[in-house]
């Protein structure tokens, strides 16, 4: 018998995953959260679809819809299965991902890579300051070497040939979308196109600094967003059928 759980957070980049604590910490204080986290190895398929099933099948164990809720490519992961499983999920929370969901900070990297002609340590080293503002050459150094082992070692729809993408669009399930004024990666205007496809209910928030990875600069302020929106989401739950989620799919498309 699976414990009890209100929450799951996606995390597909292991090499980064210390900077989800500050959040999952605060959202823990009045919530069950487990973390569910997905390895890629350098000699496996790259394919969303095996870690779609895979997290299905680790959801398969509980009875109750849960609310998922993920950073980037983990987020992009959330959004895809709460597509396909609507009945298994309470509310969907997507950190750093646009409209289009398929953009994160690889694909910038392979645009960077492609556009100019430089070391990939050079354009790493480029990334750091897009993802993390100024930092000292100590800092920027261990930054850059976590993001050189993500780029092997955590899932992506990006590859050095080929770009991956994604239909945009919504779910049915109950929806926060979050992200920073500042990103220079998921860009305000990349955030607020998701406005068209929100329901009645979902949500939209920006925070006003933090960048890519805001949810670690400001976990309390984020935590407040979400936890009020979780409320929201079990107090008013949607019926869902399968022939209304096609026919929201058919409308939004």
């Given at each position: 018998?699976?414990?009890?759980?209100?929450?799951?957070?996606?995390?597909?980049?292991p090499e980064l995953q210390g900077l989800d604590r500050p959040l999952l910490r605060h959202l823990s204080q009045q919530f069950s959260i487990g973390q569910w986290e997905y390895h890629?190895?350098?000699?496996?398929?790259?394919?969303?679809?095996i870690a779609l099933n895979l997290l299905h099948d680790y959801l398969s164990q509980y009875q109750h819809p849960i609310h998922l809720l993920g950073h980037s490519t983990g987020g992009l992961l959330g959004l895809l299965y709460a597509r396909r499983y609507p009945e298994k999920v309470q509310s969907l929370?997507?950190?750093?991902?646009?409209?289009?969901?398929?953009?994160?900070?690889?694909?910038?990297?392979?645009?960077?890579?492609?556009?100019?002609s430089c070391f990939r340590a050079t354009i790493l080293t480029h990334m750091v300051y897009h993802l993390f503002g100024l930092q000292s050459l100590a800092v920027a150094r261990e930054i850059r070497k976590r993001l050189d082992r993500a780029l092997s070692n955590s899932l992506s729809p990006h590859t050095l040939y080929h770009r991956g993408s994604f239909f945009p669009g919504g779910v049915l399930v109950p929806l926060l979308v979050c992200g920073s004024e500042n990103d220079l990666i998921i860009e305000p205007?990349?955030?607020q196109a998701w406005r068209p496809w929100l329901k009645e209910n979902d949500r939209l928030w920006q925070c006003?600094?933090?960048?890519y990875f805001f949810h670690y600069f400001y976990p309390q302020q984020l935590s407040e967003q979400i936890t009020n929106f979780w409320q929201q989401s079990v107090a008013a739950p949607i019926k869902l059928t399968a022939k209304k989620y096609r026919d929201y799919r058919c409308h939004r498309g």
């Amino acid at each position: 018998m699976a414990h009890s759980l209100d929450a799951l957070w996606l995390n597909v980049t292991p090499e980064l995953q210390g900077l989800d604590r500050p959040l999952l910490r605060h959202l823990s204080q009045q919530f069950s959260i487990g973390q569910w986290e997905y390895h890629q190895g350098q000699d496996e398929p790259m394919s969303i679809e095996i870690a779609l099933n895979l997290l299905h099948d680790y959801l398969s164990q509980y009875q109750h819809p849960i609310h998922l809720l993920g950073h980037s490519t983990g987020g992009l992961l959330g959004l895809l299965y709460a597509r396909r499983y609507p009945e298994k999920v309470q509310s969907l929370t997507l950190l750093s991902v646009g409209v289009d969901p398929a953009a994160d900070w690889q694909a910038r990297y392979y645009d960077e890579l492609h556009r100019i002609s430089c070391f990939r340590a050079t354009i790493l080293t480029h990334m750091v300051y897009h993802l993390f503002g100024l930092q000292s050459l100590a800092v920027a150094r261990e930054i850059r070497k976590r993001l050189d082992r993500a780029l092997s070692n955590s899932l992506s729809p990006h590859t050095l040939y080929h770009r991956g993408s994604f239909f945009p669009g919504g779910v049915l399930v109950p929806l926060l979308v979050c992200g920073s004024e500042n990103d220079l990666i998921i860009e305000p205007h990349l955030l607020q196109a998701w406005r068209p496809w929100l329901k009645e209910n979902d949500r939209l928030w920006q925070c006003p600094s933090g960048g890519y990875f805001f949810h670690y600069f400001y976990p309390q302020q984020l935590s407040e967003q979400i936890t009020n929106f979780w409320q929201q989401s079990v107090a008013a739950p949607i019926k869902l059928t399968a022939k209304k989620y096609r026919d929201y799919r058919c409308h939004r498309g």
